[in-house]
């Protein structure tokens, strides 16, 4: 694996370019190729899907079992499986469209939406092991964030805190987790271990892409909203065909932007890596390319 060593600094200016670069390659991406809004579909179904399954199938069992005690157990012990089974499912498609975006990324190419599918089941271990941490340390962080609602000052103020700070210092030290996983087969300790240290060439380039992505989706989501309020005047035909239209419309809008935002992660892998934008950025004139690419050196 290639890293940057030494080279001259970069201002904060110059990553918030590249990292607006970034964002834009992930639009024009997906707009080009909209298949890659599929795998974050099929991610939102199965998880949905399983979740309701586990929670229904267990909270069943434990009622059978325990009666009425039995079936708070039941559903307490479905609460934690889905959670660890969602979990699992993210991990596994956000790796099929990561690995399916660095293809069009890297090679220009036009992969089939099994490519994806197919590179996330060579690393299904990894996955599952990953998919069962980053459950875990969720679970931990939902339980700090449910501090926030105490009627103790100090434990509300302590959970706003510790939550922001537990959320901040996952999302650094995990950034390349996955990509390392699904594009290198590297194990999960090893990647967690070399995540923040290829996070430290990228980190200003992935804020900015990361909080351009969101701050797009939701201007696009308002204006679905906007456009939709006057229907609600048009009476009980009116209402229903504006809720239809707004839930679409959001819908599209959360798949769309989900998938720009794994585009964007290949891409700042690839960048973090080599210093140079994705062939596919630099073709569409995208180009975010350090000037001096050569001050890569191996990470091993």
Request: contains cysteine.
């Amino acid at each position: 694996m290639m890293m940057r060593e030494g080279g001259p600094k970069v201002g904060f200016i110059e990553r918030i370019r590249r990292g607006w670069g970034v964002t834009k390659l992930g639009m024009h991406v997906v707009r080009a190729d909209p298949e890659l809004m599929a795998y974050m579909l099929f991610s939102g179904i199965l998880s949905i899907i399983a979740a309701i399954v586990l929670l229904t199938t267990t909270g069943g069992l434990g009622y059978l079992i325990g009666g009425e005690e039995g079936s708070e157990g039941g559903a307490y012990v479905g609460a934690f499986l889905s959670y660890m089974v969602v979990a699992i499912i993210t991990v596994f498609w956000n790796a099929a469209i990561i690995a399916s975006a660095h293809e069009r990324l890297t090679a220009g190419t036009n992969p089939s939406f099994s490519y994806g599918i197919k590179q996330a089941m060579k690393c299904l271990p990894q996955i599952v092991i990953w998919g069962l941490i980053s459950g875990t340390v969720g679970l931990v962080i939902t339980a700090l964030q449910s501090m926030q609602q105490s009627d103790n000052p100090v434990v509300s103020i302590f959970g706003h805190i510790a939550s922001f700070i537990a959320q901040v210092a996952w999302w650094i030290t995990t950034f390349f987790v996955v990509p390392m996983i699904v594009l290198d087969n590297i194990g999960v300790g090893e990647s967690m271990s070399k995540s923040p240290e290829l996070f430290k060439q990228a980190w200003g380039e992935g804020v900015v892409s990361t909080t351009g992505t969101g701050i797009i989706n939701f201007l696009v989501i308002l204006l679905i909203v906007i456009i939709c309020l006057p229907l609600f005047a048009l009476g009980e035909i009116g209402f229903g065909l504006g809720i239809l239209v707004m839930s679409v419309g959001i819908v599209v809008s959360v798949l769309f932007f989900s998938a720009c935002e794994a585009v964007n992660r290949a891409s700042l892998y690839y960048f973090a890596k080599t210093g140079e934008s994705p062939p596919l950025a630099q073709k569409y004139g995208f180009d975010f390319s350090l000037v001096d690419s050569q001050t890569y050196a191996r990470l091993d």
